[in-house]
């Protein structure tokens, strides 16, 4: 099993660009869920899935556009990045109820 | 929402003393409280969880309590050594399980040899 992966790992991006982060899990977890990491700031939901077909809003999903159309795939999409949008962004991925969460390894995205 | 506040900051620990470290939340109907811990540069990694209808686990050297009355949860660290460096997050659900986590701010464990 891969785990949860995600590409691209590094990522520069001009402000007003868009771009989107894929992040893709192999071990059949209906729980999907994409945060961001700022420096003093813990990981902050953008946002969350619990199965195909079933996205809704994290804490921060402002900027951000989510879809699931298959139980494996989770894509991020940030509509016309902004430098406020550079982060370190993790995808997770875990089966619902009272389970592990698993990160992928992140996206490192900067906005100039 | 829920707000979950982490403390300290950053904490350095002699080897084989032990560390704590302390969250508070702040929706009372939050029922799941885990930690992970995020090597530098790693992904963060689920070192111990709790539900709201115990009071109290533990696995090896780590040990998570929980009060709910004044709705703060704490994860203790004994005999610690240099590979516990690290910083360590408390998160907090209240959706029966780990759908929509908020998490704390996280805690820079440094253990000094």
């Not at chain 2, 009071?55 to 009060?67: F, M």
């Amino acid at each position: 099993n891969a785990g949860v992966t995600q590409t691209p790992k590094f990522q520069v991006l001009k402000t007003g660009q868009s771009m989107t982060l894929q992040c893709a899990q192999d071990m059949n977890h209906e729980y999907m869920s994409w945060y961001r990491q700022d420096p003093g700031m813990g990981l902050r939901l953008i946002h969350y899935s619990v199965g195909a077909g079933i996205t809704d809003q994290g804490e921060v999903p402002n900027g951000y556009n989510v879809s699931r159309s298959t139980t494996e795939d989770f894509p991020l999409r940030l509509l016309s990045a902004a430098p406020s949008q550079t982060s370190v962004y993790f995808c997770a991925s875990g089966g619902l109820g009272y389970n592990e969460q698993f990160f992928g390894p992140g996206t490192r995205l900067t906005v100039l | 929402g829920e707000n979950v506040e982490q403390h300290p900051s950053t904490l350095s620990v002699q080897e084989g003393d032990s560390a704590v470290i302390k969250c508070t939340y702040s929706d009372s109907a939050s029922n799941y409280f885990p930690w992970y811990k995020q090597e530098l540069g790693k992904r963060p990694q689920l070192i111990i969880d709790i539900r709201s209808n115990v009071g109290e686990k533990k696995d090896q050297r780590i040990a998570v309590t929980l009060n709910k009355t004044a709705k703060h949860f704490s994860l203790h660290i004994t005999e610690t050594q240099p590979e516990d460096s690290a910083v360590y997050f408390c998160a907090a659900s209240p959706n029966f399980g780990n759908e929509k986590l908020t998490f704390g701010t996280g805690t820079r464990l440094t253990i000094i040899p």
